[in-house]
């Protein structure tokens, strides 16, 4: 019998079938070939950076559906492996996929499907991140405002970094591939702890400015919102069968929020502005947008 993850319906219809991907048998992950007992790899902790004085602000950024226009490629991916793994047809394992997305897979098959055993779910996550590679990050590109945006961002002070579920290793090598890795200060990726953690050790890293996070989901903007000093900015999106809104956005914490990012500097403008100080007995204003 198929595994029923938890996760409600979607309130949004599901589109046409998505590009057919070739069926292509569970992998095993992994260099040395593990087993499903086996425990995942740990990469020794890095040595501690200690903190320094930036010009500006600090702008960290996520990377699938932020940097990367993949999430269309991603879902199909994770569709197609958890019909394999469990049973869910794929359509609704793609929505499910793209409705708990911006935490590690792991932990959304956690979320989504908390009766399967740690060690499977391990299993699952190494296939997942394989096929990922081959099938997804093989095609995907960043926005087309990006390189841009990056580049203005740079010229105008801000200090920039990336935070990713995705491994640090891969994101590395993504940015290097299309002519980004330069703009960024630092890549913190999923063996370096969740976005939470990493946002801490940023602003552990980076104290007393101003420090924005930019992502895709309802789970970016809550990261933002559980770090005191960091302003959560929403990337919308729209991919068959799933939109995320800027109201939406809004609603889970974004101060900002939009479907493309060629307006981030001037919003970085505006939110990062001190409040202006009212003079005693004048009524208050409200902030403009």
Do not use: C, N
């Not at 501690?48 to 702008?59: I, K, L, T, Y």
């Not at 981030?264 to 204003?285: D, K, S």
């Amino acid at each position: 019998m198929p595994t029923r993850s938890r996760l409600p319906p979607s309130r949004t219809a599901l589109p046409e079938a998505p590009p057919p991907l070739v069926d292509l048998p569970l992998p095993v992950v992994g260099p040395t070939a593990p087993g499903e007992d086996d425990p995942p790899a740990v990469r020794p902790p890095r040595p501690p950076v200690a903190p320094r004085q930036v010009e500006r602000g600090v702008v960290v950024f996520d990377l699938d559906g932020t940097i990367l226009d993949d999430m269309g490629l991603v879902s199909v991916v994770a569709g197609d492996v958890l019909e394999k793994a469990v049973g869910t047809p794929s359509a609704e394992g793609r929505i499910h996929y793209l409705a708990t997305t911006g935490m590690p897979f792991e932990a959304q098959l956690a979320q989504l499907y908390p009766d399967i055993p740690p060690a499977r779910r391990q299993a699952i996550a190494r296939t997942f991140h394989q096929r990922k590679v081959a099938e997804a990050y093989a095609r995907a590109k960043p926005f087309p405002e990006v390189p841009k945006l990056l580049k203005r961002l740079a010229h105008d002070r801000w200090t920039l970094v990336v935070s990713t579920g995705a491994e640090g290793e891969m994101a590395d090598l993504l940015l290097e591939r299309e002519g980004l890795r330069f703009w960024f200060e630092e890549v913190l990726g999923s063996a370096d702890g969740t976005k939470r953690e990493h946002l801490t050790e940023y602003r552990r890293r980076f104290p007393d400015v101003p420090m924005f996070l930019v992502g895709d989901s309802r789970f970016d903007m809550e990261a933002a919102a559980s770090v005191a000093g960091v302003v959560a900015i929403g990337r919308a999106s729209r991919v068959p069968g799933w939109t995320l809104t800027p109201k939406d956005l809004r609603q889970w914490g974004a101060a900002w929020a939009g479907y493309a990012l060629g307006e981030l500097p001037e919003a970085l403008e505006e939110l990062g502005r001190p409040p202006p100080v009212r003079r005693r007995g004048a009524p208050a204003r409200g902030r403009r947008g």
